[in-house]
């Protein structure tokens, strides 16, 4: 069948010319769009620059944007992205410098894997044989241990898209690793590091992580979890945390959320700038209806509130 493949191209020696470029090929049904690009570069266009390796969906290389989200292509089959033949647009991983058409520079996505420590830092004796965890310390975390490194998440994350700060849901998701492996010994440094600002607390949650990682590591769900273990040692003190507490009391206390108080409390009653910084947004969200102007309890809030004492409970 025939199929057109609309692909971002990027010359380095000259950026003023990068742009779309249309290639139309025959493709057989169970093709995939590795399959396709690569038929493209070896009949068509040998100029055309991509990365791929195993096929088989174990390097991670080829992940890049398919109509706008990430995928790995060599599993990516064609009559699944156009099962009536539309236009495919291929453009590179974002939130990473491109080096030349589908290629990018994976420098930012290290660097931040490297700044979580991705090792194991046990304390005391030196076994003489190896380091021992058992099988059901470690079943939780066969998830995140899939994790193939192809920067899918880092590519749509909403987060580095405004802020390049932010570790990231790879480097997170890693994080959680070794935060909840037994045999490390620094844990409490851990959490401390990512509590602060670029770490776990920043995280919009917008789940595009989840919705593109190819190996169901659920990056997000890592995340939401490192905050609860940072809370639990003891680190309170952020806007985030503060934002978690105001909410579970709001929402318990009166069945619904107090968005005036929510926001009081999660920048710091004392702090003058943030506030005065976020008064715009509390304007937008009263003509919303967001604020409401008196006092507003849910129809049911002893059930809401037996729902919270349960779940505490537990």
Not at 46 to 64: K, N, Y
Not at 210 to 228: A, F, H, Q, S, T
Not at 284 to 311: L, N, Y
Request: neutral net charge; aromatic residues 6%; proline residues 6%.
């Amino acid at each position: 069948m025939e199929q057109t493949l609309r692909v971002k191209r990027f010359d380095p020696e000259n950026p003023g010319a990068s742009g779309y470029q249309e290639y139309t090929i025959e493709v057989e049904e169970t093709s995939t769009i590795l399959d396709a690009l690569i038929k493209i570069r070896e009949e068509i266009d040998g100029t055309l620059s991509l990365r791929c390796s195993c096929r088989a969906s174990i390097c991670g290389s080829c992940a890049m944007r398919v109509n706008g989200q990430a995928k790995l292509v060599c599993k990516t089959r064609v009559n699944a992205v156009a099962p009536n033949g539309e236009t495919i647009t291929i453009d590179p991983p974002g939130n990473m410098p491109v080096i030349t058409d589908l290629v990018v520079d994976f420098k930012p996505f290290w660097d931040k894997m490297r700044a979580v420590e991705p090792y194991l830092r046990p304390e005391g004796p030196v076994p003489e044989t190896e380091y021992i965890a058992s099988a059901e310390s470690m079943d939780h975390l066969v998830g995140v241990v899939n994790c193939i490194m192809c920067g899918a998440c880092v590519s749509d994350c909403t987060v580095l898209e405004v802020d390049s700060n932010f570790l990231g849901p790879a480097a997170l998701a890693k994080a959680y690793r070794f935060v909840q492996d037994p045999r490390d010994s620094h844990k409490q440094d851990r959490l401390s590091v990512l509590n602060n600002y670029s770490g776990v607390w920043d995280c919009t949650r917008c789940m595009q992580c989840v919705e593109v990682c190819p190996k169901d590591v659920n990056p997000m769900g890592r995340i939401m979890k490192l905050r609860d273990l940072a809370m639990e040692a003891g680190f309170n003190n952020t806007s985030g945390s503060r934002h978690t507490e105001s909410f579970a009391k709001s929402v318990k206390k009166n069945g619904r959320l107090d968005e005036t108080k929510l926001a009081v409390d999660s920048m710091g009653r004392f702090n003058v700038p943030a506030l005065l910084d976020s008064a715009p947004v509390g304007l937008r969200a009263m003509r919303k209806g967001k604020f409401p102007w008196k006092a507003h309890k849910s129809s049911e809030p002893e059930m809401v509130k037996r729902v919270f004492e349960k779940v505490e409970g537990e």
